[in-house]
């Protein structure tokens, strides 16, 4: 079975740029979420879904962050315009109901010069 | 207070040896599950095993085991049997399912960093 799946892997982008990270969960998983990894500040909820609906969006850090789900095999995580501070691993990881286990897709490096 | 705290920045252990990976969590809630993941340096999000606050007894996954003590709010992570490919971080991270009102958040601890030698 295909597990989640992440693109780009990795991204160099500038400061100021667009950036889209895009997801597609383990099929048949009702729960989708976004978390970031840093150094600093270890890995956090950005945000999750519930059958494609936000539900808890009190993580993403600013308004330069936006997250979608159009559909049940697809999100994305966008940040407008993009800085450097904003360099991390994006994680998104899938679930099959709200209190199973969390399955991670291999995660995007983002590097925002 | 830390809600997840990993008290072991970096840990070695022998090949073929086990080795125990610390976790405390702090909640008042019930309700919680408890998970370990582990992280190559390679980067994936790989789940090990998964201990929910009402089991009656210890979670076990092949080499890995959890050592759940309920009344000292430790849940540690047992590694059988060493090998070289269990060098990696190690994350726990605790679900609280009822006070944090959206049941699906999990915290996540610092890490373990452990090393495997010859």
């Known amino acids: 079975d295909a597990g989640v799946i992440q693109s780009p892997r990795h991204e160099v982008t500038e400061m100021g740029q667009e950036v889209t990270l895009r997801c597609k969960p383990i099929?048949?998983?009702?729960?989708l979420f976004w978390y970031r990894q840093t150094m600093m500040r270890g890995l956090e909820l950005l945000i999750y879904f519930n059958n494609n609906v936000p539900i808890d969006d009190s993580g993403m850090p600013e308004d330069r962050f936006s997250a979608k789900m159009p559909n049940a095999s697809f999100s994305t995580l966008k940040i407008q315009p993009s800085e450097p501070r904003d360099s991390a691993v994006y994680f998104c990881a899938s679930s099959f109901g709200g209190e199973e286990t969390q399955y991670f897709g291999p995660g995007t490096r983002l590097l925002v010069l | 207070a830390q809600k997840i705290t990993q008290t072991q920045p970096g840990m070695f252990v022998q090949e073929k040896e086990a080795v125990t990976l610390d976790c405390t969590y702090d909640t008042s809630d019930p309700s919680y599950g408890l998970f370990w993941y582990k992280q190559p340096s390679s980067g994936e999000m790989i789940f090990l095993i998964y201990?929910?606050?009402?089991?009656?007894q210890n979670a076990t996954e092949g080499r890995y085991s959890l050592n759940f003590q309920k009344a000292r709010k430790s849940a540690n992570l047992v590694i059988s049997a060493s090998q070289l490919g269990d060098s990696a971080m190690y994350f726990c991270?605790?679900?609280?399912?009822?006070?944090?009102?959206?049941?699906?958040?999990?915290?996540f601890g610092t890490g373990t960093r452990l090393q495997v030698t010859l």
């Open positions: 991270a605790m679900r609280e399912d009822e006070y944090t009102g959206t049941a699906s958040k999990l915290t």
């Open positions: 201990q929910g606050s009402y089991d009656q």
């Open positions: 099929s048949g998983h009702d729960y």
